[in-house]
C-alpha cells in the first residue's frame, strides 16, 4: 500500500512540472527580452554621451586655438588691467586708502639720494593715503578711454592729483594683432610695480629703489606702443616716447618736443599646471634742466638712464589661487646720470657728476587660506661715489647703504576690501633705525577692473 502511495505522489508531481513547464520557459524568454532592451538603451546612451563629449573636446579645442592665435586674448602671466567693456556709460570706481602709522624716528631722510615728495616716508598717525577716483570705458569700436583721479595730503591739505588719463586702442582699429597703442598720462610699462596702482600693492609703501628712481612712479605724459607676438610663449615688446616732466627728469627742455624715451621687453609662461612666470627688461632715458628733491636743496641738471629688471613667479599648491598661492617677486634698477648737482646749502656751486647707483628688492606673498596672507620684503640700496665737490651733501652716503625690512598680515573679506599690518625696520642713514608700524584698509567702491598679472 505504502509502495502504491509513493508511487502515485511521483507519478502527481511530474504531472505538475510537466504543465508548468510551458510556463517557466515563457517567463525566461520574457526576462532575457527585458535585458537585452535595457543593455540596447544603455549602449545607445552611452554612444550619444561619447558623441556629446567629442563634440565639447573639439568646441573647446577650437576655443583655445582661436586664443592662441590672438595674443590679446591669452592670460597666463600676461593679463594686465583693462577697461571696461560699457559702451553708453562708463565704469565708475572709488578706492579707500586710509592708514595709521606710528614712528621711532623722526628722520627719514635717505643717505646718497635726493628723493622727490612722493617717495618720502609720509604723515605720522591717521591720513589718508591716495583715495582714487576712476573712469573707463569704451569710446567706441576703435578707443577706450580712462581717467584716475587721486586725493592726496600734502602739508596738512587735501589736494586733487591727475594720476592717468589715457585713450588706447581697440582691435576693431585695423592694427596688426596683438599690437596697441596708449596716449595719454599712464603708469607705464617700467618694471613690475609700475603699471599697477598704489592700493594693488602687496604692502603699505614702495620699496626703496621706487621711492628713490621714481619717487613711487613714474606717470609721465606721453604715448606707448606695444606688441604681443603670436607666439607659444608669451613675448612683448615695446616702446614709448614722454615729455620728460615727471621724476626721475623732474623738467624738460621746453624747446625738445620729446624728453624722454622707452623701450622695454617681457617674456612670460606657464609650466606645469599650476606654476606661472613672467620676466622683463626695461630702459628709460631722458634728460632734464633741474630736478630737485623734496627738500629742495639739491638740483641735478643733466642726462639720467635708467635700468629696470624685474621677475614674478606665482604657484597655487592646490591648483586654485583663490584658495593658496605663493608669490615671489623682486626687481633690480641701475641709474647711470652723467651733469652736475648743485646743492644749496653748499658753497661749492655746480659740481660735475659721472655715476651710477643701484638698488633691488625681493619679496615673498603666501596666502595660506583663502582670506588671509602673510608676507616678507627686503629691500636695499648702493649709492654712488660722489667727487670731493658733493662730500657732505645730500647726495653722499657717507658709506652707508640704506636698507628696509618689513613684514606684513593682511586680511581680505571680498576681493574689494583688505585690512593689512605691517612693521619696517628701516636703516635709510648710518646710525639712523627707524621702527615703523602701519595699520591699513582698502575698500574699492562700484566698478574696478582686473588687476595685472
Same mark, same amino acid.
Given at each position: 500500500?505504502?509502495?502504491?502511495?509513493?508511487?502515485?505522489?511521483?507519478?502527481?508531481?511530474?504531472?505538475?512540472?510537466?504543465?508548468?513547464?510551458?510556463?517557466?520557459?515563457?517567463?525566461?524568454?520574457?526576462?532575457?527580452?527585458?535585458?537585452? *532592451?535595457? @543593455? $540596447?538603451? %544603455?549602449? +545607445?546612451?552611452?554612444?550619444?554621451? =561619447?558623441?556629446?563629449? /567629442?563634440?565639447?573636446?573639439? !568646441?573647446? *579645442?577650437? @576655443? $583655445?586655438? %582661436?586664443? +592662441?592665435?590672438?595674443?590679446?586674448? =591669452?592670460?597666463?602671466? /600676461?593679463?594686465?588691467?583693462? !577697461?571696461? *567693456?560699457?559702451?553708453?556709460?562708463?565704469?565708475?570706481?572709488?578706492?579707500?586708502?586710509?592708514?595709521?602709522?606710528?614712528?621711532?624716528?623722526?628722520?627719514? *631722510?635717505?643717505?646718497?639720494?635726493?628723493?622727490?615728495?612722493?617717495?618720502?616716508?609720509?604723515?605720522?598717525?591717521?591720513?589718508?593715503?591716495?583715495?582714487?577716483?576712476?573712469?573707463?570705458?569704451?569710446?567706441?569700436?576703435?578707443?577706450?578711454?580712462?581717467?584716475?583721479?587721486?586725493?592726496?595730503?600734502?602739508?596738512?591739505?587735501?589736494?586733487?592729483?591727475?594720476?592717468?588719463?589715457?585713450?588706447?586702442?581697440?582691435?576693431?582699429?585695423?592694427?596688426?594683432?596683438?599690437?596697441?597703442?596708449?596716449?595719454?598720462?599712464?603708469?607705464?610699462?617700467?618694471?613690475?610695480?609700475?603699471?599697477?596702482?598704489?592700493?594693488?600693492?602687496?604692502?603699505?609703501?614702495?620699496?626703496?629703489?621706487?621711492?628713490?628712481?621714481?619717487?613711487?612712479?613714474?606717470?609721465?605724459?606721453?604715448?606707448?606702443?606695444?606688441?604681443?607676438?603670436?607666439?607659444?610663449?608669451?613675448?612683448?615688446?615695446?616702446?614709448?616716447?614722454?615729455?620728460?616732466?615727471?621724476?626721475?627728469?623732474?623738467?624738460?627742455?621746453?624747446?625738445?618736443?620729446?624728453?624722454?624715451?622707452?623701450?622695454?621687453?617681457?617674456?612670460?609662461?606657464?609650466?606645469?599646471?599650476?606654476?606661472?612666470?613672467?620676466?622683463?627688461?626695461?630702459?628709460?632715458?631722458?634728460?632734464?634742466?633741474?630736478?630737485?628733491?623734496?627738500?629742495?636743496?639739491?638740483?641735478?641738471?643733466?642726462?639720467?638712464?635708467?635700468?629696470?629688471?624685474?621677475?614674478?613667479?606665482?604657484?597655487?599648491?592646490?591648483?586654485?589661487?583663490?584658495?593658496?598661492?605663493?608669490?615671489?617677486?623682486?626687481?633690480?634698477?641701475?641709474?647711470?646720470?652723467?651733469?652736475?648737482?648743485?646743492?644749496?646749502?653748499?658753497?661749492?656751486?655746480?659740481?660735475?657728476?659721472?655715476?651710477?647707483?643701484?638698488?633691488?628688492?625681493?619679496?615673498?606673498?603666501?596666502?595660506?587660506?583663502?582670506?588671509?596672507?602673510?608676507?616678507?620684503?627686503?629691500?636695499?640700496?648702493?649709492?654712488?661715489?660722489?667727487?670731493?665737490?658733493?662730500?657732505?651733501?645730500?647726495?653722499?652716503?657717507?658709506?652707508?647703504?640704506?636698507?628696509?625690512?618689513?613684514?606684513?598680515?593682511?586680511?581680505?573679506?571680498?576681493?574689494?576690501?583688505?585690512?593689512?599690518?605691517?612693521?619696517?625696520?628701516?636703516?635709510?642713514?648710518?646710525?639712523?633705525?627707524?621702527?615703523?608700524?602701519?595699520?591699513?584698509?582698502?575698500?574699492?567702491?562700484?566698478?574696478?577692473?582686473?588687476?595685472?598679472?
Amino acid at each position: 500500500m505504502e509502495k502504491k502511495l509513493r508511487g502515485f505522489r511521483f507519478a502527481f508531481i511530474a504531472a505538475l512540472l510537466l504543465c508548468s513547464a510551458p510556463s517557466l520557459a515563457a517567463d525566461s524568454a520574457e526576462v532575457e527580452a527585458l535585458r537585452r *532592451e535595457i @543593455q $540596447e538603451l %544603455r549602449s +545607445a546612451y552611452e554612444t550619444r554621451i =561619447q558623441s556629446l563629449e /567629442t563634440k565639447l573636446q573639439q !568646441v573647446q *579645442e577650437t @576655443q $583655445e586655438k %582661436r586664443r +592662441a592665435e590672438d595674443p590679446a586674448t =591669452q592670460t597666463p602671466a /600676461t593679463a594686465r588691467r583693462t !577697461v571696461r *567693456e560699457n559702451v553708453l556709460n562708463p565704469s565708475i570706481g572709488v578706492i579707500l586708502n586710509g592708514t595709521a602709522s606710528s614712528f621711532s624716528n623722526d628722520n627719514s *631722510e635717505f643717505a646718497g639720494f635726493a628723493v622727490g615728495e612722493e617717495g618720502e616716508r609720509g604723515a605720522e598717525g591717521l591720513a589718508i593715503n591716495e583715495s582714487e577716483l576712476n573712469f573707463s570705458a569704451n569710446v567706441d569700436d576703435k578707443f577706450a578711454g580712462a581717467l584716475t583721479l587721486a586725493v592726496v595730503n600734502e602739508g596738512g591739505r587735501s589736494e586733487l592729483e591727475l594720476e592717468e588719463a589715457y585713450f588706447e586702442t581697440r582691435p576693431d582699429l585695423g592694427l596688426p594683432s596683438g599690437v596697441r597703442l596708449r596716449g595719454g598720462r599712464a603708469f607705464w610699462q617700467l618694471g613690475y610695480l609700475n603699471e599697477h596702482h598704489r592700493h594693488e600693492d602687496d604692502f603699505v609703501d614702495r620699496p626703496l629703489p621706487y621711492r628713490v628712481y621714481l619717487n613711487s612712479s613714474y606717470n609721465d605724459d606721453g604715448a606707448q606702443l606695444s606688441y604681443v607676438l603670436p607666439t607659444e610663449t608669451f613675448l612683448e615688446v615695446g616702446g614709448g616716447i614722454f615729455r620728460g616732466d615727471d621724476f626721475p627728469f623732474g623738467t624738460a627742455d621746453g624747446n625738445d618736443f620729446v624728453g624722454a624715451w622707452q623701450v622695454f621687453g617681457r617674456v612670460g609662461g606657464e609650466f606645469g599646471e599650476n606654476h606661472a612666470w613672467r620676466l622683463g627688461g626695461y630702459f628709460l632715458s631722458g634728460k632734464t634742466d633741474g630736478r630737485a628733491a623734496a627738500e629742495d636743496t639739491v638740483t641735478f641738471i643733466g642726462d639720467t638712464d635708467l635700468f629696470v629688471a624685474d621677475l614674478r613667479y606665482t604657484w597655487a599648491p592646490t591648483g586654485n589661487p583663490r584658495e593658496r598661492e605663493l608669490i615671489l617677486q623682486g626687481e633690480f634698477m641701475l641709474r647711470d646720470e652723467d651733469g652736475t648737482y648743485a646743492d644749496s646749502g653748499a658753497s661749492t656751486g655746480a659740481v660735475p657728476f659721472d655715476g651710477d647707483s643701484h638698488g633691488w628688492y625681493g619679496q615673498a606673498v603666501y596666502k595660506f587660506l583663502p582670506n588671509w596672507r602673510i608676507g616678507a620684503r627686503y629691500s636695499l640700496l648702493d649709492p654712488a661715489s660722489v667727487p670731493a665737490g658733493l662730500v657732505g651733501s645730500a647726495v653722499d652716503a657717507g658709506g652707508h647703504d640704506p636698507s628696509s625690512v618689513s613684514a606684513m598680515l593682511d586680511w581680505s573679506n571680498t576681493e574689494f576690501s583688505r585690512i593689512r599690518l605691517q612693521y619696517n625696520h628701516e636703516e635709510l642713514s648710518d646710525g639712523e633705525t627707524d621702527h615703523q608700524f602701519w595699520l591699513q584698509y582698502t575698500m574699492a567702491l562700484g566698478a574696478h577692473g582686473a588687476h595685472p598679472f
